[in-house]
């Protein structure tokens, strides 16, 4: 049975679930953080191949910042919070005071470099540990590293135990969006990259049997 | 009268191969090693996306060739022989393998893009194809495009623009 066969529909299920958890806390301190509205959408929980992965993201070429971590202790696996650079300019703007910055002019900007770090440390941590009370998992994230490249070039870290089992990836894609009120859209996605041992350890955790 | 030229394009763990006056390209490259065979009196090319040093990694059944360094390289070879190609007049020119982040943790994974670069030039000395040119290592992203016509190698990253090899 290869890597992609072994998960039902009840199993993605389960995975857009831990989406659901995993974000609304991570929305909640967003909107804290920035003291406004924050929206989530329905995650979306994708079988997909490496270069359709991409493609959720934009395209390989695209430039985006993201903030990536590895997950260590029960369930390894990988995790990344993405925006495009123009909307996480608005966020460092918003965290620092710099109303000037841009991630285009200034790629040695440390301050700003840590806001967005600190940020994305900040959600991945709330989603991550709502995972682990959820599963009852020890779930540690590593400490955070950030990098403003290429979707194909960031991504393909995330994909690296995987792609030793297979040539598909499951995504746990969710989505923040910012008030629409404000006029301005903040879109962030928050991928969640389980390695494959991972799967077998989650589903265990909540008493469902990987073959179902 | 313009000719009709199209790009070929290499997915991840992908490869082809390309006929001037097409041109081929890859996308994305971050840990991933970029390889590109030609033959410049032919003037045929293949381009493999290659993303893990060597199919001994592998957990899965079904190996993707294209994957992996040790298996993508002589598949590549024997496409472009297929088509004639000799393998004496073949030459190579890579890109890619770098360090996107820096973590403090010693796993080995996350030092993927140098031990790939390595095991693409095993493996090219192995097969004795001779490795012309490389832009290898650092720390951003490259989209790479292959012109068999000229034989140059463009590169794109985010902050140096484009170069050629």
New interface residues.
């Given amino acids: 049975m290869?890597?992609i066969d072994r998960f039902s529909t009840y199993h993605l299920d389960i995975l857009r679930e831990i989406g659901n958890i995993g974000a609304g806390h991570a929305a909640t301190s967003l909107s804290k953080l920035l003291n406004q509205k924050i929206d989530m959408t329905v995650p979306a929980v994708r079988l997909v191949?490496?270069?359709e992965m991409?493609d959720i993201a934009g395209?390989?070429?695209r430039?985006i910042v993201s903030v990536?971590l590895?997950i260590e202790g029960d369930a390894p696996g990988s995790m990344f919070f993405i925006v495009p650079p123009e909307q996480a300019d608005r966020l460092v703007r918003q965290l620092t005071g710099d109303t000037s910055f841009t991630f285009e002019y200034s790629?040695e900007n440390d301050m700003a470099f840590s806001a967005i770090l600190e940020l994305g440390n900040i959600l991945s941590g709330s989603y991550l540990s709502s995972l682990s009370d959820f599963t009852q998992l020890s779930i540690l994230p590593?400490?955070p590293?950030v990098?403003?490249?290429?979707?194909?070039?960031?991504l393909?870290?995330g994909?690296?135990?995987l792609?030793?089992?297979?040539?598909h990836a499951i995504v746990v894609d969710t989505s923040l969006n910012e008030g629409e009120a404000s006029g301005q859209e903040v879109n962030g996605h928050f991928f969640l990259l389980p390695d494959?041992d991972s799967f077998e350890t989650i589903f265990n955790a909540l008493g469902v049997t990987e073959h179902e | 009268m313009n000719k009709t030229m199209s790009v070929i394009k290499v997915?991840?763990?992908?490869l082809n191969i390309v006929q001037a006056p097409n041109t081929i390209r890859t996308?994305?490259?971050?840990?991933?090693v970029g390889i590109v065979l030609f033959d410049s009196t032919t003037k045929l090319a293949g381009m493999a996306h290659i993303?893990?040093p060597t199919s001994t990694?592998?957990?899965?059944?079904?190996t993707?060739t294209a994957?992996y360094a040790d298996t993508a390289i002589p598949a590549l070879i024997q496409k472009l022989l297929d088509k004639g190609v000799k393998k004496y007049a073949m030459k190579a020119k890579i890109a890619g393998g770098?360090q996107?982040?820096?973590?403090?943790?010693s796993?080995d994974?996350?030092r993927?893009g140098p031990r790939n670069v390595e095991a693409v030039k095993e493996q090219l000395e192995h097969v004795r194809v001779p490795l012309v040119s490389e832009d290898c290592g650092g720390n951003?992203?490259?989209?790479i495009e292959f012109d068999p016509e000229t034989g140059y190698l463009e590169i794109r990253t985010?902050?140096k623009g484009v170069s050629q090899i």
């Fill in positions: 290869t890597f191949s490496f270069d991409m395209g390989p070429d430039v990536f590895r790629s590593s400490v590293s990098s403003v490249d290429m979707v194909g070039a960031v393909s870290y994909l690296l135990e792609s030793q089992q297979s040539d494959p | 997915g991840i763990a992908d996308s994305g490259l971050g840990s991933c993303m893990l990694m592998a957990k899965e059944t079904k993707n994957k770098a996107m982040f820096q973590f403090s943790s796993s994974m996350m993927i951003s992203g490259r989209t985010v902050n």
